[in-house]
């Protein structure tokens, strides 16, 4: 007996080997039993490289799939995957592959890397680590894992600046899918539209596995694009998105019920969602949303339920098998309706942090209770409503952005003194980065200057939507800066 997550899979996947797995715009796309074939061709490859059990394989390719095949082929050889997003720098993947000491480097564009191995491969079956796949022939084997082996690591950006690795084993993966699978009442008749990335949680995990479970049909969508969107909604059973998503659809004139008439569910997460956005939705579409809650470390937590009410602003209840607390500073549980951090544990919470044991350790409260940082009142029958979040997170289309690792670049560049990051309203994204600098006496930066050193070390979507030159910032009397009082100052910033 083996708890490899991808046994999982194959049992369900071989069983409906002639239905269509992840299909494109056109209905074009592998079998279930297609599927298993070319994983089983990129685990061949993998082994071919001298991956083994264990081994990292750091993997920045567009989304495919090619991509999704490698990814099953890490699982069936017991490698742990170690995705990122594509918008990463140079020079944050070299950060990540430095911690990581992966056995294997899948990229779009070759470049030497610290990894022992690097392979090319896009979006098309002709590109090279694809076609060598194709040409191999295929490995039954899948290697044996216990629940507790770790199959992937997932990065976090650090409140300190530093990127966390967050360690997800095979019986997290399971514990989660298959509560979800349940709890969501996915069947092999729903078509999943796909339209989120598959570096993050949210679309790799929680959209696919869920799928794969039931062997739904997935609808495989490159990206986001409402008019894409809109249009193959009539062919779905079930979307998972951001909040980004339902606002852009709500900007198209002619969205409504008509679009939505084969829809059962639309889920949303990865950020919260605004109350308004969610009624309206419900206006236009006579459909409400499905608010829940999670985080990579435990992947979903939390979920407003499918049978039942389904309260705007809240995201529901502690999924089965999920212990919850709101708690105080100290972790002594707080009554109901009182604000306090989220504290939880069960079969989904992660094992730690790679190579963090320090950080590890301050994260976990004795009995196992991990605190995640995320501020919420519970109610007497246990539903659960974010109303804050502990440190300064800022989470900007469903991406998390933590405000140091920007101040960090942003300090570096000469005639900086000091910096401020914050998030603040927008009505596309939830939130947007502003940074608010305060220069040296002596000489002040330019903006050009501080764009361009953001641009070269940071991904896109970390980047400042305005940087503001400003004569100093607001402390407290323990010379802390209050950025409570900043997000107030320019909440309004980015209008006009």
């Known amino acids: 007996m083996t708890d490899n997550l991808y046994s999982l899979f194959q049992d369900r996947f071989l069983a409906a080997s002639a239905k269509p797995s992840l299909i494109d715009a056109e209905g074009q796309g592998p079998t279930y039993g297609q599927l298993d074939d070319l994983s089983a061709r990129f685990a061949a490859v993998l082994r071919s490289y001298g991956v083994e059990a264990g081994d990292r394989i750091v993997v920045q390719v567009d989304k495919s799939v090619g991509a999704m095949a490698l990814y099953?082929?890490?699982?069936?050889?017991?490698?742990?995957?170690?995705?990122?997003?594509?918008?990463?720098?140079?020079?944050?993947?070299?950060?990540?592959?430095?911690?990581?000491?992966?056995?294997?480097?899948?990229?779009?564009?070759?470049?030497?890397?610290?990894?022992?191995?690097?392979?090319?491969?896009?979006?098309?079956?002709?590109?090279p680590l694809w076609a060598e796949a194709l040409a191999a022939q295929p490995d039954p084997v899948i290697t044996p894992r216990t629940a507790s082996d770790i199959a992937a690591i997932l990065y976090t950006s650090g409140t300190t600046g530093r990127s966390k690795g967050a360690m997800l084993s095979h019986g997290n993966?399971?514990?989660?899918?298959?509560?979800?699978?349940?709890?969501?009442?996915?069947?092999?008749?729903?078509?999943?539209?796909?339209?989120?990335?598959?570096?993050?949680?949210?679309?790799?995990?929680?959209?696919?596995?869920?799928?794969?479970?039931?062997?739904?049909?997935?609808?495989?969508?490159?990206?986001?694009?409402?008019?894409?969107?809109?249009?193959?909604?009539p062919k779905a059973t079930v979307l998972m998105g951001v909040p980004t998503f339902y606002t852009r659809l709500l900007a198209l004139p002619d969205f409504g019920a008509a679009d939505c008439g084969s829809v059962r569910l639309f889920i949303s997460g990865?950020?919260?969602?605004?109350?308004?956005?969610?009624?309206?939705?419900?206006?236009?579409?006579?459909?409400?949303?499905?608010?829940?809650?999670?985080?990579?470390?435990?992947?979903i937590i939390t979920s407003n339920p499918l049978e039942g009410e389904r309260v705007a602003g809240t995201v529901g209840f502690p999924l089965p098998g999920v212990d919850l607390r709101i708690a105080d500073e100290q972790g002594t549980p707080l009554p109901h309706d009182t604000p306090g951090v989220i504290e939880i544990k069960g079969p989904n919470v992660f094992g730690g942090y790679w190579r963090m044991p320090e950080k590890t350790a301050q994260e976990f409260r004795d009995g196992g209770w991990f605190i995640t940082g995320d501020v919420a009142v519970q109610s007497p029958d246990g539903r659960v409503t974010i109303v804050g979040r502990a440190k300064d997170l800022i989470i900007s289309g469903g991406y998390n952005i933590y405000p140091k690792e920007i101040e960090s670049v942003l300090d570096a560049v000469a005639g900086v003194a000091e910096t401020a990051v914050i998030g603040v309203p927008d009505p596309d994204f939830g939130e947007s980065v502003v940074a608010l600098v305060v220069a040296e006496k002596t000489v002040a930066p330019s903006l050009a200057d501080l764009e361009a050193c953001v641009r070269e070390q940071l991904a896109r979507f970390k980047h400042p939507r305005k940087i503001i030159l400003v004569e100093d910032l607001p402390r407290n009397a323990m010379g802390k800066v209050q950025k409570n009082l900043l997000r107030d100052l320019y909440r309004d910033c980015l209008k006009g």
């Open 173 to 233: 993966l399971i514990s989660n899918a298959q509560a979800l699978n349940r709890l969501w009442g996915f069947t092999p008749e729903d078509v999943l539209l796909h339209a989120l990335p598959v570096f993050h949680v949210h679309g790799l995990f929680i959209a696919l596995h869920t799928a794969f479970l039931s062997t739904a049909t997935t609808i495989f969508m490159p990206s986001f694009d409402a008019a894409q969107v809109k249009a193959l909604l």
């Open 270 to 299: 990865s950020a919260p969602m605004l109350a308004e956005t969610h009624r309206q939705f419900e206006a236009r579409t006579g459909q409400i949303v499905l608010e829940r809650y999670g985080m990579t470390e435990a992947g």
């Open 72 to 127: 099953l082929g890490c699982l069936r050889v017991g490698a742990i995957f170690v995705p990122l997003n594509t918008a990463y720098t140079a020079a944050e993947v070299d950060y990540f592959l430095s911690d990581s000491e992966p056995r294997l480097f899948v990229t779009r564009t070759a470049r030497p890397a610290a990894a022992d191995h690097v392979a090319v491969m896009s979006t098309t079956p002709d590109s």
